[in-house]
């Protein structure tokens, strides 16, 4: 049974083509994956289907009484909730119910015999659907869920405001599950999650009886629970049935036969055009010219296929710095109260080090800490005089600025084509460029920030959840680029295909928390 129908969708923003003529279906109990390169269409398209946003042309039709659940990128929380207010909100349906049957038993004392009798039906049709539906086991519900996506190690009491970032994604998709609406849809859902909740969700989406529409480019996550691929380029949808390994092997082999279809019709348009050319003007075979130009003027063109732009990073290297980088003595960090118990920790010239760790354990805060953005609670960190440090931020506002006045704000000696340039070779095309940065996607978003550190001369890498939003081929070619660097890297990850094949070492900062993990 068809649970959703797409059908001729258009979208574009400005001169911009999103989407065109893209149709889609999805069927009851399918796993569908929705892929593609960064900026490819993949949100608008999200957001069209839940109504979020008006396609230019086509319909988007869903059967009746379905209910969806959408997790995107940018969803917020009630500020001064708690965590544990906030997941209970999914249930809410459920409380209006139980008030409704308090209502019902108060009226009763002034009421008739055939209206008590009435109520008490309504009443017992109430409990039963609080009883089927497990009202009663809210509490030990949300128990399960909020502990397999980590959020008993925050404290369900904990104010949502207090939350970082990933702790915040987490408190929306542990809602979303909870929720358990027949269709998820979920964006990117394990930019923020570490590897144990990461296979925790894993499992639960591979035994999930409904459908669901999932984007993400972790490629060994979507493997083990999609059956559907959707892939969005060029401004098409185009579907595959599968997983991402199947639809790799397509895609190429529908590529190949597209390419030598192609080759093979432009040789027989170059014969029929050579033939018309040359036999025209004379009598004898103006007939045999006119029907090769009837054939001609029939044909379906076959279109070559377009090479994506693919990125190639590429970081600038600084003087080399002394043997040790940093050195942290009896460091404690913090904002206000103390993440860690002391540390005396050190990263020597040419090292590569991994951070691993739940979410709100102190990662983020550590890096800040050996950068000078936040001051530690205790201890010391020296740094190498000669020491030319890179950061990219995990979490940084997009604000007004186009992609191109964002270089020009950090680097305002440069030209215009310059900077192009440099844009260009972080694969973001002539539209990406003239788009600010907050309209831009995630993975578009980083690459420019990712532009912006391979600009400057640096001898230290601080890379905070780089690969987040980031495509596939983006990813590879970062690897590739932190790989040939020469100088010191220090990377946050919950990725651990990302960085196992060319870190020296990995730090898990749950071994140093003062948190109960």
Not at 71 to 93: H, M
Not at 255 to 280: S, T, V
Not at 496 to 506: A, G, Q, R
């Amino acid at each position: 049974m068809s649970i959703l129908n797409v059908e001729n969708v258009t979208h574009g923003f400005g001169a911009r083509r999103i989407l065109e003529n893209a149709s889609f279906r999805l069927l009851n109990g399918e796993h569908v994956g929705l892929i593609g390169a960064n900026g490819e269409g993949k949100s608008t398209f999200l957001n069209i289907i839940t109504g979020t946003l008006m396609p230019d042309e086509g319909k988007v039709e869903w059967c009746n009484r379905i209910t969806t659940g959408y997790l995107d990128q940018n969803t917020t929380l009630t500020k001064g909730k708690s965590i544990r207010d906030i997941l209970r909100e999914a249930f809410q349906y459920m409380f209006d119910l139980e008030t409704e049957m308090f209502a019902l038993y108060e009226k009763m004392g002034s009421s008739s015999d055939d209206e008590i009798n009435k109520m008490m039906e309504d009443v017992g049709e109430i409990q039963s659907s609080l009883e089927h539906n497990g009202f009663y086991i809210i509490d030990a519900k949300i128990e399960e869920v909020a502990n397999g996506l980590g959020l008993g190690e925050i404290g369900l009491d904990c104010d949502v405001t207090d939350l970082s970032g990933g702790q915040r994604a987490k408190v929306l998709l542990t809602k979303l599950l909870l929720q358990n609406p027949m269709i998820l849809i979920l964006d990117e859902p394990t930019n923020f999650l570490d590897e144990n909740h990461i296979i925790w969700l894993k499992n639960y989406l591979k035994n999930y009886e409904n459908a669901f529409i999932l984007v993400s480019h972790d490629i060994p996550f979507l493997n083990d629970v999609v059956n559907v691929i959707y892939h969005v380029e060029n401004a098409n949808l185009t579907r595959y049935t599968g997983d991402y390994e199947q639809f790799a092997q397509m895609y190429e082999l529908k590529k190949l036969q597209n390419d030598k279809a192609y080759e093979k019709q432009q040789k027989e348009i170059g014969q029929l055009e050579d033939f018309i050319a040359r036999n025209k003007a004379r009598v004898a075979t103006t007939n045999m010219a006119k029907s090769r130009q009837k054939k001609l003027d029939k044909m379906d063109i076959i279109e070559k296929t377009r090479e994506k732009i693919k990125p190639t990073f590429k970081f600038k290297e600084a003087r080399t710095p002394g043997k040790v980088v940093f050195q942290a003595n009896e460091l404690v960090i913090g904002y206000g109260q103390p993440l860690t118990s002391q540390l005396n920790i050190s990263i020597e010239r040419g090292q590569k080090v991994a951070i691993k760790g739940v979410n709100g354990i102190g990662k983020s805060t550590l890096l800040k800490t050996l950068l000078g953005l936040i001051k530690p609670v205790s201890g010391s960190i020296e740094l190498d005089t000669y020491l030319h440090p890179a950061y990219f931020e995990q979490e940084e506002i997009a604000d007004s600025n186009t992609a191109l006045e964002e270089i020009w704000k950090d680097f305002p000696g440069m030209t215009n084509g310059e900077v192009r340039g440099a844009l260009a070779k972080c694969g973001l095309n002539s539209n990406h460029i003239t788009s600010q940065m907050r309209v831009l996607s995630g993975g578009e978003n980083a690459k420019v920030r990712l532009c912006k550190l391979m600009l400057r001369e640096a001898n230290f890498l601080i890379l905070d959840e780089p690969t987040n939003h980031l495509d596939i081929e983006a990813k590879d070619e970062l690897k590739k680029a932190i790989k040939e660097f020469r100088g010191t890297v220090l990377v946050v990850s919950h990725e651990p295909e990302f960085y196992e094949d060319w870190v020296t070492d990995v730090w898990n900062v749950e071994n140093w928390t003062t948190k109960i993990v």
